[in-house]
């Protein structure tokens, strides 16, 4: 008897993987990858009637064309990268800190302060360890406040580091305008531009470095990377974190003090941040405006969850990115286009590296599937 | 002509990945019959019966109702066949009476008359004898009449043909046998029931025929009154097992630990445990009886320092030198500080016990990660421990590295337990310790624990399953509404005894 076809079956069934192997899960994130460059290319090759070889040459040219270029991608990648590392530990105890924007840029402003208030007067070294200490000990500050409320009141974490960003954006306007350098200019224009005072790519390690001022970003973020993982990994700190991230129930269970737990591992990714802030201060910009996070804070979530928190995939992700970024503004400006192609550019990378991640945890079956007689 | 049944399975499989769990699965249903659904854990029990109610579709194979072949793609489509399923977890609004409860998600018409709801509903309780109050609020019901506004709802969709997963297992005794005399006369109705279950005398009191499950494969279907306990077991296991639990008598009992007066409440305000005081003594089991939520989790916590208590409330750990410590009003880490040698394995076992997303090894890290002076953790020590427990215990694991959420449940036990006994503790405490586990690996746990007892150790058990309870503890202390109803000698003591001490209480409130 075959009564087959009057059962009916579901088109589409998702099914749960069961374990991936690396190479597998490699492999669909590679393919992710080339599909959204595929993508990239052919909007942007509808959008500027260019052949799609020039369109990629440009990106290529874009983020490394020249050696400034270079700098600018080496430069941005270990910045987002930094990000993404600063925000790790929080996330790894799922804390859902979305407010590594507001913590780098109270950094920035404390290091701005020290570089306006100190610069002519503190020896170098002095200066570079109260720009690094005052950057730090502010984005401590802005990540510990919601530590405490969430470990005391159990507050949401999210919208209150959410609110958080929006305070230090007032905050920077606020000194914007307090040290504008010229009245009614509304910005603060270059800080020490004249002593270069603080700038960290000129002053005392320039001797070491020479020209290649990017090897000092590289050098600093390699070190992070190294300190974090171990500290992830192997230190007692760390391992109360992800106990703490995996089961708060567990973590009371065999002793640990949850909230002393959360307020320690946001005051750490705070002060990172915070640090990351007078990296981008002192060692690029030499100012301080409300696009001086310039949305790392939000695109690093992206990329330490996007990376399982693991440095180098977060190294690649950042790296990948950057460079899309860099290759569109290029194109932006051969083409006439305006800057939003950039958003486009990022935004279809991401999302077709969030959809390898599903697909990496689950499978699709059509119809009937295996075994089928 | 062929016969047709009320429910008929053909060549049903259904995969999770790699794992099989249902293979080429055949059995048929008579309608007016009582069928006990009998396996392990894991066997797939669940599984096949989730396919008849809709919550997976099956991979391969068909499902025949009435004859006519069926597609149950969700549990509506599974109402609209006439099936209805009482799961373990009750999935009812608490601020909603039993009577809403019941029509909640019923779309039939625009308008609601809660009249003739009313009426429909009322003539179905008379039919069957159900004890139930339909316009009581479900916060306000125990769990027995839970489950009875669930298993109304069934009815009163039309279902023909009912499934409970484990209804007992929250249950009394008195309980059952009320839940019994409705299957009873449910059956004399013309409706099909099966009723999955771990409990053989459960099978031989209600049951007309037995299926078998072992490791996803259908064994076979029998006639209850062919079978006995022990052929039952024999077909779930695949192999002779001994069901009997040794106990030996208790020697060099010393008091361990006392509790005077302790109340506690939770965070609500709610009292949870209410002037609680006993002593827990070395060498012997103390049971914990209890209906479930009658202050049992509450009372192994209190101990361990997790629940706080009231301030008159005293908990003493009797030190080997006899000095009584005063232990309540510390936390975990400071009475582990204090030399306290207290192990607990909690029933929520993934989701306190143990990271469902870390490996043996560190889990086996959670008790032991401070050892050390540096700022690092130990990591040899909790490898070495996971090898041991592994072999020890034999848990079957990919290795000591893969996620422990991806173990079998008995394996999860297996890790848990090992790793609290790691130690010798002097006080062992365990909530539901075999919940969920298969035979053999529950046999192996009450070793265990027998084995703790003989070393000096005061192991408290808290369990659900009375005959367990009375075969392996040496005293039973009752819990009923967060005070002790009764201390009772397990030796000379019946099931009926303890099941009267559960809802002591409840009946006291209600002739007051």
């Given at each position: 008897m075959n009564t087959k076809d009057q059962v009916k079956v579901p088109f589409v069934r998702i099914v749960k993987r069961d374990d991936i192997s690396i190479r597998k899960s490699f492999l669909i994130y590679f393919v992710a990858i080339i599909a959204s460059l595929v993508l990239c290319g052919i909007i942007l090759f509808v959008l500027t009637g260019s052949s799609p070889g020039n369109v990629y040459m440009t990106i290529v040219r874009g983020a490394f064309g020249s050696q400034r270029k270079i700098w600018v991608t080496v430069r941005e990648t270990t910045l987002l990268l930094g990000v993404a590392l600063a925000l790790t530990p929080a996330y790894k105890m799922k804390f859902w800190n979305i407010g590594g924007e507001g913590q780098i840029l109270v950094g920035g402003i404390a290091t701005a302060a020290v570089m306006i208030y100190c610069g002519n007067i503190m020896p170098t070294w002095l200066l570079f360890v109260s720009m690094i200490a005052a950057s730090s000990l502010a984005g401590l500050i802005w990540g510990i406040i919601p530590a405490i409320f969430k470990a005391k009141w159990k507050t949401n974490e999210t919208l209150f580091t959410l609110m958080l960003n929006y305070i230090a954006i007032q905050l920077t306007s606020f000194f914007t305008i307090f040290w504008e350098s010229v009245k009614g200019s509304g910005s603060i224009g270059i800080i020490n531009s004249k002593t270069k005072a603080g700038w960290l790519s000129t002053s005392f390690m320039s001797g070491i470095i020479g020209n290649y001022n990017f090897v000092l970003n590289v050098m600093i973020i390699f070190i992070l990377s190294i300190l974090m993982f171990i500290y992830l990994k192997y230190t007692k700190h760390g391992f109360e974190l992800s106990v703490v991230g995996e089961s708060e129930n567990t973590a009371e269970y065999v002793g640990i003090n949850v909230k002393k737990v959360i307020i320690r591992t946001m005051a750490l990714s705070g002060a990172l941040c915070g640090f990351i802030g007078f990296l981008i201060v002192s060692g690029s910009s030499h100012t301080i405006s409300i696009s001086t996070a310039a949305n790392r804070g939000f695109t690093a979530i992206i990329v330490a969850w996007l990376a399982k928190f693991n440095p180098i995939f977060m190294f690649l992700i950042s790296l990948l990115l950057i460079f899309m970024q860099q290759g569109a503004s290029q194109i932006a400006s051969d083409y006439n286009l305006n800057e939003s192609a950039n958003d486009v550019i990022t935004g279809i990378i991401l999302f077709f590296t969030l959809a390898s991640g599903f697909f990496t945890n689950f499978r699709l079956i059509f119809g009937h599937s295996r075994k089928e007689e | 002509m062929e016969k047709t049944y009320a429910v008929e399975f053909k060549n049903i499989s259904k995969y999770f990945g790699s794992v099989v769990a249902n293979s080429k699965i055949n059995m048929t249903q008579d309608r007016g019959e009582i069928r006990a659904l009998l396996g392990e854990n894991g066997s797939g029990k669940t599984t096949l019966m989730n396919m008849l109610s809709g919550i997976y579709f099956p991979d391969e194979g068909e499902i025949f109702v009435d004859g006519k072949p069926a597609s149950i793609k969700s549990p509506s489509d599974a109402f609209n066949y006439g099936i209805g399923m009482i799961h373990q977890h009750f999935k009812l609004v608490d601020i909603f009476s039993a009577a809403e409860n019941i029509i909640?998600?019923?779309?039939?018409?625009?308008?609601?008359h809660m009249k003739s709801v009313i009426k429909k509903l009322d003539s179905i309780v008379q039919r069957y004898g159900f004890d139930i109050d339909l316009k009581k609020k479900t916060y306000d019901m125990s769990v027995s009449e839970k489950q009875t506004v669930e298993i109304i709802k069934a009815l009163y969709r039309g279902s023909n043909i009912l499934i409970l997963d484990e209804p007992t297992a929250v249950l009394t005794p008195q309980e059952t046998e009320k839940l019994f005399q409705v299957l009873r006369k449910m059956k004399e109705d013309n409706k099909s029931i099966i009723i999955i279950t771990h409990k053989f005398h459960e099978v031989f009191a209600i049951s007309d025929k037995v299926s078998v499950l072992r490791k996803g494969k259908y064994i076979d279907t029998v006639n209850t009154k062919d079978m006995d306990e022990m052929k039952l077991t024999e077909m779930m296991v695949g192999k002779k097992i001994e069901l009997n639990i040794n106990r030996p008598l208790p020697k060099n009992?010393?008091?361990?630990m006392e509790l005077l007066n302790v109340s506690a409440k939770d965070k609500y305000g709610v009292t949870v445990l209410d002037d609680v005081s006993f002593d827990i003594n070395s060498g012997e089991i103390l049971g914990i009886a209890g209906i479930?939520?009658?202050g049992q989790k509450e009372l192994l916590e209190a101990i361990t320092g997790l629940q706080a208590i009231d301030e008159n409330g005293v908990i003493n750990y009797i030190s080997d030198m006899g000095n009584a410590i005063r232990i309540n009003g510390k936390t975990t880490m400071e009475i582990k500080q204090l030399g306290v040698s207290l192990a607990f394995v909690p029933e929520d076992r993934l989701g306190m016990g143990l990271v469902g997303n870390m490996g043996m090894a560190d889990n086996m890290m959670l008790r032991s990660y401070q050892n050390g002076r540096t700022i690092f953790t130990d990591r040899k020590a909790p490898l070495m421990l996971a090898e041991k427990v592994k072999n020890d215990l034999e848990v079957v694991t990919p290795g000591i590295s893969s996620e422990v959420r991806k173990l079998s449940g008995g394996n999860v036990q297996k890790v848990l337990v090992g790793r609290e006994i790691a130690d010798n503790p002097n006080v062992l405490l365990t909530a539901?310790?075999?919940?969920?586990?298969d035979i053999n690996t529950s046999y192996l746990i009450y070793n265990l624990l027998t084995e703790q007892k003989q070393c000096g150790s005061a192991v408290v058990y808290v369990g659900e399953d009375l005959d367990v309870l009375i075969a392996l503890c040496d005293r039973i202390l009752v819990l009923c509404g967060g005070s002790i109803s009764g201390i009772l000698d397990a030796k000379n003591t019946t099931k009926e005894e303890v099941g009267l001490l559960m809802t002591k209480k409840r009946k006291e409130q209600k002739i007051s």
């Open positions: - | 909640l998600g019923n779309d039939n018409g625009k308008i609601l009992i010393r008091k361990r479930a939520g009658s539901y310790a075999v919940r969920g586990l």
